[in-house]
């Protein structure tokens, strides 16, 4: 390593982008800094896979980079564990390597934004920062699609995205002359459907000196692991997973992503794709991810149907992209918003798995085992529940931004805070995405196995989505019962006799006021 360099370029975490034009050019004055960092171990309680996964996927990065004939300084926890913060390092390096310059891509959470725009350095240091190059749209598009503070239909942008960049696209009208296929992709897995899914494809990463470093630094984490991480660290193994995705899982993709099972060894991973790590470490880039995708259905295999293809590109160019837009344009005031005025404590299961309730014991234990829910079982399950049981916003926020190994606060956060549970007041969701026990049992066989009743609301034995269903909608009814798309279950609720309400809504507080025993 050498004594000064002109230029300091910092790559975080999740800047993993080995096709940024940072890297066209080899230049000897540049040093490329990758550092793990106490303040991004710590600022919230990590899964030990979500830490891993970082750790190792820089590592991977750091030794491609030098491959590739740059010079990488990359730092461990015990190189940096005498800087509070990424400001107060990059000034320490800067001044070591008596550097000219410092630059740094746009960071995709909000608070390191705020820090590196903060940063400070010798007057004679010129500071710049640049794109990411990751997303479909810049930072500078996302008020040309979106609107601060209002409702932004998810919809209506990624239809705008699906013209912009001519996916899917006969001329100006959609393939097949339909946006979507949602009736096609709600289907419940049957006995002879469970015997098809393909065994997932899994990584053997030796993780034993993160762990080592772990430890040594008393980082705090939550769920398990072995010595060896099973998600893709590297461009070749990302590479790797999405192809099995397209080869494997995709024709069945669109028909069952949303549907859950408790039985085999491959109900956590079914037909999704798993590629959100990937994805958002930016290893991968959300274009060629579609392109493969689409090369597979446009290639003429037959077993890939319209509707599975096009299940899969909304999730990636219009709901990633569309989560992500939602962020920028209403932060910071968006981490604060709680509309709902939510402020229950989130029970000690969501850390254990230790409930009666099967779905949430399923979807719980699944997390901490693998770092990995899908989206239904994040919104369904433990998003609605925790909706329904008025959680404290910021509480779940901390729970879905730790235990998840894609979670990053820009996904992350409206997602939960917004899609989940409704505290944006409809910034996201035109209703609150509320069910009662039936959603589950209709997409889901957890019901059968469980130690409560799907079909009964008020005995003891009875599911409690079903009671604190209600409970919420009446809860809330003033700011609801005007929702069109809300509406008729008050009108269904009119219709039930007084008891019967009345039986209900007790079993309701009963559950509420006893979370921790359910």
């Known amino acids: 390593m050498k004594n000064s360099y002109k230029t300091l370029r910092l790559v975080l975490g999740d800047q993993l982008n080995q096709q940024h034009s940072w890297y066209k050019t080899q230049d000897s004055s540049v040093l490329y800094v990758i550092a793990e960092l106490h303040q991004e171990a710590n600022y919230v309680r990590h899964h030990i896979q979500k830490i891993c996964g970082f750790f190792a996927a820089m590592s991977a990065f750091a030794e491609q980079l030098k491959s590739f004939g740059h010079q990488v300084l990359h730092l461990t926890l015990d190189d940096t564990q005498d800087f509070s913060d990424p400001s107060s390092l990059i000034t320490h390096l800067a001044q070591t390597y008596n550097i000219d310059t410092f630059e740094y891509q746009q960071p995709d959470e909000y608070r390191l934004s705020q820090q590196l725009k903060a940063l400070t350095l010798n007057p004679e240091v010129a500071i710049f920062c640049r794109d990411s190059e990751h997303f479909l749209l810049t930072n500078e598009e996302l008020t040309q699609y979106l609107n601060p503070k209002k409702h932004n239909r998810m919809e209506s942008f990624y239809r ?284 889901s066989d957890y019901c059968g196995q469980c130690d409560y009743k799907v079909k009964e609301r008020t005995t003891e034995d009875a599911c409690p989505f079903n009671s604190m269903y209600w409970h919420f909608m009446l809860s809330n009814s003033e700011r609801l019962k005007n929702n069109p798309r809300t509406a008729m279950a008050y009108r269904s609720w009119d219709k039930m006799q007084p008891e019967v309400r009345q039986a209900i809504l007790q079993r309701g507080e009963y559950c509420i006021e006893n979370l921790e025993q359910l």
């Open 160 to 443: 705008k995205m699906r013209k912009r960049f001519n996916i899917l696209m006969d001329g100006d009208q959609p393939l097949d002359g339909r946006w979507n296929f949602d009736a096609e992709n709600r289907q419940k897995l049957k006995p002879a459907d469970l015997e098809k899914i393909p065994e997932p494809l899994l990584f053997s990463n030796d993780i034993t000196l993160i762990l080592q470093r772990l430890k040594r630094h008393n980082v705090e984490t939550i769920g398990t692991i072995s010595s060896h991480l099973i998600w893709p660290v590297s461009r070749q193994q990302s590479l790797q997973l999405l192809d099995f995705f397209c080869t494997y899982c995709l024709p069945l993709f669109g028909r069952f992503q949303d549907a859950m099972t408790h039985q085999g060894k491959q109900r956590w991973s079914l037909y999704h794709a798993r590629i959100s790590f990937a994805l958002n470490s930016k290893i991968l880039h959300p274009s060629e991810v579609v392109q493969a995708a689409l090369d597979r259905y446009y290639c003429g295999d037959e077993a890939i149907e319209l509707a599975q293809i096009e299940g899969f590109v909304r999730q990636i160019i219009g709901w990633r992209e569309y989560i992500r837009g939602v962020y920028w344009v209403n932060m910071p005031e968006y981490k604060d918003l709680n509309q709902l005025n939510a402020s229950n404590n989130l029970p000690d299961y969501f850390w254990t798995g230790n409930t009666k309730m099967n779905c949430v014991k399923h979807a719980v234990e699944q997390s901490l085992d693998y770092a990995y829910a899908h989206h239904i079982q994040r919104l369904m399950v433990t998003g609605n529940f925790a909706m329904l049981a008025g959680i404290d916003p910021d509480q779940l926020d901390q729970w879905y931004l730790g235990i998840y190994i894609d979670a990053i606060e820009w996904v992350e956060m409206p997602n939960t805070r917004g899609m989940s549970q409704f505290a944006d007041g409809g910034l996201i969701a035109t209703k609150p995405y509320a069910a009662s026990g039936s959603y589950i049992n209709k997409m």
